[in-house]
């Protein structure tokens, strides 16, 4: 059940543009997006519900395939305070019905050089 | 409102002692979540709670670990027998819960060495 993240890491230099993917076997009810520096909690962006839904602004957004099993999160022109690591949190109905929880993947390490 | 707090921060015990960690989430914040994250990973879901009641455990989750949130506002985590594996940040999460908008604020997290 745990969503796919691709790649594993990316290096960029600044105003670089770069694309993660998150991938599930199944559909989902959502997709989560999180950023977590080093020593640091995972910092939310935002989250997808729809499928076929854009959301964000101009320099990251994500997308969320009809199928509602992928995910894409798009960083343009990037910043040095882009870098850390990228968190998908799928969510899933489980049993339980309306109780629902997070599945992370394995994350994708972003660095920004100058 | 400061968000999330977790306290400790750090706690470093020996093998088969029993520790206890607690979890302050935003008010007003009906539902919480338990994570366990070790190095190079995401985090891994422990439990949740809906107000007071907890609506899944992680069947990875042995016995010796147990959560509660009494009151429906703060949680705590305990560990029994702590093993040298449990060693990790455990991230406590809170939402509003709303219906379809579960935006997870995190605390800092409270990290686990177990000698």
């Known amino acids: 059940q745990q969503p796919v993240q691709s790649p594993q890491a990316v290096i960029l230099r600044e105003g670089e543009d770069a694309v993660i993917n998150c991938s599930s076997s199944?559909?989902?009810?959502?997709v989560h997006w999180y950023r977590q520096k080093h020593g640091e909690a995972p910092v939310f962006l935002m989250i997808?519900?729809?499928g076929g839904e854009q959301k964000g602004h101009e320099k990251i957004s994500a997308s969320f395939n009809e199928k509602k099993q992928q995910s894409s999160l798009y960083l343009t022109a990037s910043q040095l305070s882009y870098s850390g690591t990228y968190f998908c949190g799928t969510e899933v109905i489980t049993n339980a019905g309306n109780n629902r929880k997070l599945i992370w993947g394995l994350g994708t390490s972003l660095a920004v050089n100058p | 409102d400061t968000g999330v707090s977790q306290n400790p921060r750090h706690k470093i015990t020996k093998r088969g002692q029993n520790v206890t960690f607690r979890c302050d989430p935003i008010s007003e914040h009906n539902r919480l979540y338990w994570y366990r994250q070790t190095l190079g990973q995401g985090p891994e879901f422990l439990t949740y709670?809906?107000?007071?009641?907890?609506?899944?455990k992680s069947r990875l989750l042995s016995d010796r670990f147990s959560a509660e949130r009494p009151k429906g506002s703060f949680s705590t985590l305990e560990i029994q027998r702590t093993e040298q594996g449990d060693s990790a940040m455990y991230l406590c999460?809170?939402?509003?819960?709303?219906?379809?908008?579960?935006?997870?604020?995190f605390g800092p997290g409270t990290r686990l060495t177990v000698l």
């Open positions: 997808l519900l729809k």
């Open positions: 199944k559909a989902l009810y959502s």
């Open positions: 999460a809170s939402s509003p819960g709303l219906a379809g908008d579960n935006e997870q604020f």
């Open positions: 709670f809906q107000n007071e009641a907890q609506l899944e």
